[in-house]
């Protein structure tokens, strides 16, 4: 079973090869590819050395999957080369999400969408991953009509330079800023571009992307996506309005059977769910579980998940796993 993570040297390349080690994915071989300033640089994977290599050369090498998260320019030009060469891509980036011709997946949620004729899978953005952990179950038993969700997420979820700013504001050490403002104690209401309805592109990804997850067009989404200047993990206020009446003790029971979703609600003991305890955990934790007294049929709670495993790099892992187990591979 060979394996190559193009984008292996990035911030969720990384926590790839840390998650496909950590789960015992059955890895024979690493090809590790990366931009042309890393050819030829080694790094470490299961107590053993690789060098990376170019993209010619892993494709040549005949991978069985190859992993990417090296952007959407990177991946619209060389996934399909992979594709074209037999080889199974799961692509991280935005590039092939809403494209009807390929599956957006979250195992737990539509897997079994899955064939083995799929040669380029998308993986959504990370936002829409752990909500759709927690709608699935409940649309399942109630179905959803309006979803509206605000997010707080991390700066790990720009990547590295995002961190260092904010580390060096912190430090008041002088340095490259990827925000247009400051983000050490601020916060800053845009997450991508803004788009000409208002919204910004992180923001109607969430939209565009839970319908198509759910394979259902009806469910109405509406989202505001912040920044903050928080490690470990995305967090999101979602208020959700169902067409059937609901019981807080069942849903709290769905919540806690449905596979990956941890529920933290316990707010005598002041438990809840905390991005500084969703790091580096696979799991989508929900809490704050209470009806909304102002609309009938209608939902709050919280949601937090680590956006470099779950979000990112473990769906990721999770979609090979799915292939493998099912002999698509």
């Avoid at 799961?90 to 737990?108: F, G, Q, T, Y």
């Avoid at 959803?144 to 008041?172: D, M």
């Avoid at 956006?307 to 002999?327: D, F, H, V």
């Amino acid at each position: 079973m060979r394996i190559a993570v193009i984008g292996a040297t990035g911030l969720v390349g990384s926590k790839m090869l840390q998650v496909l080690e950590e789960r015992n994915f059955p890895v024979t071989e690493l090809i590790p590819v990366a931009s042309a300033t890393s050819i030829g640089k080694e790094l470490m994977f299961a107590g053993k050395k690789y060098t990376v290599v170019s993209y010619q050369d892993a494709i040549a090498m005949k991978p069985a999957i190859a992993i990417f998260s090296a952007g959407g320019n990177t991946s619209l030009a060389l996934a399909p080369l992979f594709a074209e060469a037999g080889i199974t891509v799961i692509d991280n980036s935005s590039a092939w999400r809403m494209n009807p011709a390929h599956k957006l997946i979250v195992p737990e949620v539509n897997g079994q969408t899955l064939t083995a004729v799929d040669k380029i899978i998308a993986n959504p953005n990370c936002s829409t991953i752990q909500l759709v952990m927690v709608l699935k179950p409940l649309h399942d038993r109630y179905k959803i009509k309006r979803v509206v969700v605000s997010t707080y997420q991390s700066v790990t979820g720009t990547g590295v330079k995002a961190v260092t700013q904010l580390q060096n504001e912190r430090n008041k050490i002088e340095g490259e800023k990827v925000y247009p403002y400051t983000i050490d104690l601020n916060i800053i209401p845009q997450i991508d571009v803004f788009t000409d309805n208002g919204y910004t592109k992180e923001e109607m990804k969430m939209v565009n992307e839970t319908k198509k997850i759910m394979q259902d067009d009806s469910i109405m989404v509406t989202a505001t996506c912040v920044r903050l200047p928080v490690m470990g993990g995305h967090s999101e206020s979602v208020n959700i309005e169902f067409q059937e009446e609901f019981d807080l003790d069942e849903v709290r029971t769905i919540l806690a059977d449905f596979d990956g979703v941890t529920v933290v609600d316990d707010i005598q003991h002041l438990k809840y769910p905390m991005p500084l305890d969703a790091h580096d955990k696979d799991d989508v934790f929900v809490g704050r579980i209470r009806r909304d007294e102002t609309q009938a049929k209608t939902l709050n709670c919280w949601i937090v998940s680590d956006n470099l495993r779950k979000g990112a790099a473990t769906n990721a892992i999770q979609i090979a796993e799915y292939l493998l187990a099912n002999s698509m591979v």
